[in-house]
């Protein structure tokens, strides 16, 4: 390599080994190091790789550096490669994918990154069939069933990616991942509604990685509201937020219920979904309270997250005091006030955006907040308890201490206090009228009896 020469898969077999092998030197290590990091740079490095993954009984652990070396070379080096080169890297990933098809898992879990990185990279113009092709190529087999699962997932991860990078486009220069996602959608969700009922309903690891697919590519579909919350997958998600011993699919199911509510922030469209999650708060209450009881910060993270979510994207329904919004606004109170204060943070930003929705009807305001009061008087001492530094800040180096009273922190934090504070002005002001005005008229009604 120092001498410009390309590698051979002996010289990168020999350099991993060294790397990894615990009779190494520490300068053996060094050396291996540095040399591997050279030819992961290099053009040349595009060849070995191929022939490292199609090599019969290479160990896992090179087989491993092979497929994240690829990966990484797909994000920052294809431009390195032949644009025929480039067109051909479809049909060899897929080939690496099918060869690994039952394991090593995270040799496979590599080049399923590595393909939905590739399906990034398209540029605009390009042919828009990519999640077709992969449908076409793993889904006529039931061995093939869970990495295509795996890879659908991740393609509809990179899909998001490249939408909110492509948001401003002009219709004509859409990315073809895009395309090809929105043109797949129905029959990517209709496969995972057909993966959800051949799964055992003990198998908790399997349904989480169904739930989790199937939350992916919901944005890119059509399905009717009032479809879509007949869900089975959708309907199952409350069931498994609460399976804890599976974290996945508690994470799955927590991710599944916070795109509906994203998806339904508006309402024209939403209701049916409004409908179906509102109606669960009772469920979700109590599950909180339940975890809160065991100490099971899993399941309260969980739930808090849906609760959270919930409340930003339907801030403005809660601005209207009805008994339900009042019951909602006071879960999340609860949430606020978790000993966790990581979970109890995922609550903030609802404090701040109901704030600004009340600025939005300042004519309402006083209204609202008589009748919020009660309720949020009890984030005076949670929010106050939030801000006290912790009780070792003395032994924190002056980065660490700087760092949790930033600017923003403290703008964020004031913003949220001084909305409390006024509502609890409002409610001590309206008692203490309250008191004057009791106290008037039995004074009254005392001369009136003397005389």
């Known amino acids: 390599m120092q001498n410009g020469g390309e590698a051979t898969?002996?010289?990168?077999?020999?350099?991993?080994?060294?790397?990894?092998?615990?009779?190494?030197?520490?300068?053996?290590r060094k050396q291996a190091d540095n040399w591997l990091k050279e030819y992961q740079r290099s053009?040349?490095?595009?060849?070995?790789?191929?022939?490292?993954l199609r090599a019969q009984g290479l160990d896992p652990t090179g087989q491993f550096f092979a497929a994240q070396t690829l990966k990484s070379k797909v994000r920052k080096d294809m431009h390195?490669?032949?644009p025929a080169d480039r067109d051909g890297m479809a049909n060899s990933l897929m080939t690496y994918i099918h060869t690994f098809r039952?394991?090593?898992?995270?040799?496979?879990?590599?080049?399923?990154?590595?393909?939905?990185?590739y399906a990034g990279e398209f540029d605009r113009g390009a042919?828009?069939?990519?999640?077709q092709n992969v449908c076409a190529a793993l889904g006529s087999s039931p061995e093939t069933v869970p990495v295509l699962l795996d890879l659908l997932t991740l393609l509809g991860e990179e899909a998001a990616r490249v939408q909110e990078d492509h948001y401003d486009f002009p219709p004509d220069e859409e990315h073809p991942l895009l395309v090809s996602a929105r043109a797949s959608a129905l029959p990517v969700l209709n496969f995972t509604h057909q993966c959800f009922?051949?799964?055992?309903?003990t198998d908790l690891v399997n349904r989480g990685n169904i739930v989790k697919c199937f939350t992916r590519w919901l944005r890119f579909g059509t399905v009717p509201p009032e479809q879509m919350v007949q869900s089975p997958i959708v309907q199952y998600a409350f069931t498994g937020l609460k399976e804890t011993q599976c974290e996945s699919l508690s994470e799955s199911s927590s991710d599944l219920l916070c795109e509906l509510a994203y998806i339904s922030s508006d309402l024209s469209t939403g209701q049916p979904i409004f409908q179906m999650l509102t109606s669960?708060?009772?469920?979700?209450?109590?599950?909180?309270?339940?975890?809160?009881?065991?100490d099971n910060e899993t399941l309260a993270r969980a739930v808090t997250r849906v609760i959270a979510e919930m409340a930003e994207r339907y801030v403005h329904v809660l601005c209207e005091p009805s008994p339900d919004a009042i019951n909602m606004v006071n879960l999340v109170v609860s949430c606020s006030a978790h000993k966790d204060t990581q979970i109890a943070q995922m609550t903030y930003q609802f404090w701040y955006k109901l704030l600004k929705a009340l600025k939005d009807a300042p004519e309402h305001r006083q209204r609202r907040e008589e009748i919020f009061a009660p309720g949020l008087?009890?984030?005076?001492?949670?929010?106050?308890?939030?801000?006290a530094y912790p009780e070792d800040c003395d032994d924190w180096c002056a980065r660490a201490r700087t760092h949790i009273t930033t600017e923003c922190a403290r703008v964020y934090f004031l913003h949220i206090c001084v909305w409390v504070v006024v509502c609890a002005c409002v409610c001590v002001y309206n008692t203490f009228m309250y008191t004057i005005h009791v106290g008037r008229r039995m004074r009254r009604t005392n001369l009136e009896a003397s005389e």
């Open 377 to 387: 008087l009890r984030l005076v001492p949670i929010f106050a308890t939030s801000a």
């Open 280 to 294: 669960q708060l009772p469920l979700l209450q109590e599950y909180f309270f339940a975890a809160v009881k065991d």
């Open 80 to 82: 390195q490669l032949e």
């Open 127 to 131: 042919k828009a069939d990519i999640v």
């Open 102 to 117: 039952n394991g090593p898992l995270n040799v496979r879990t590599q080049l399923c990154l590595a393909f939905a990185a």
């Open 9 to 28: 898969t002996e010289q990168v077999w020999q350099m991993v080994q060294a790397l990894n092998n615990v009779s190494s030197t520490q300068e053996q």
């Open 197 to 201: 009922e051949g799964v055992a309903a």
């Open 43 to 52: 053009k040349g490095a595009w060849a070995t790789l191929d022939q490292l």
